[in-house]
């Protein structure tokens, strides 16, 4: 199995530092811009986002803004072509839904590298990609971060 160029691959975006810093490592990984998709789950009920700012749109809205914002952080001639996707569900059962639809053959997905209670309660969504992808997953492990 080659690992250059891949035909289509995904990479889950949460605008975390680390999801964000996934997107060149998997451009590595692709001969275009036009080979690799963007997807941003947004959850039902939205626990995780900022309910003041999101509460007056309506969920169509909602992705129209966040595949904007995709947009707009990946522009240029790097990243030209790339496609941008926001969707509704569990960010673990959805993207690995997404990533067959589109025929990826790649997910690249960062690890937050959530230990103990916070991975007990919020769970592992590259856990569950893994366990439901068709395809290959590639998790990217974050830095440690130094002590203080």
């Known amino acids: 199995m080659s690992w250059l160029p891949r035909e289509m691959v995904v990479v889950p975006i949460d605008f ?44 169509g809205e909602r992705i129209d803004r966040v595949e904007q914002e995709l947009r707009l952080r990946f522009a240029g001639e790097r990243y030209e072509g790339l496609h941008t996707l926001a969707v509704l569900g569990d960010p673990g059962k959805k993207i690995p839904e997404v990533a067959e639809k589109l025929g990826a053959d790649l997910i690249v997905i960062p690890s937050h590298g959530r230990t103990g209670l916070q991975r007990i309660l919020l769970g592992s969504v590259s856990e ?21």
């Open 16 to 59: 975390s530092e680390d999801s964000l810093a996934a997107v060149p490592i998997a451009r590595e990984l692709v001969a275009g811009g036009s080979h690799l998709c963007l997807i941003h789950v947004l959850q039902d009920g939205r626990p995780f986002e900022d309910a003041l700012v999101w509460e007056t749109f309506n969920d």
């Open 128 to 148: 569950q990609v893994i366990r439901n992808a068709r395809c290959p997953v590639l998790v990217l492990r974050s830095s440690p971060q130094a002590p203080k």
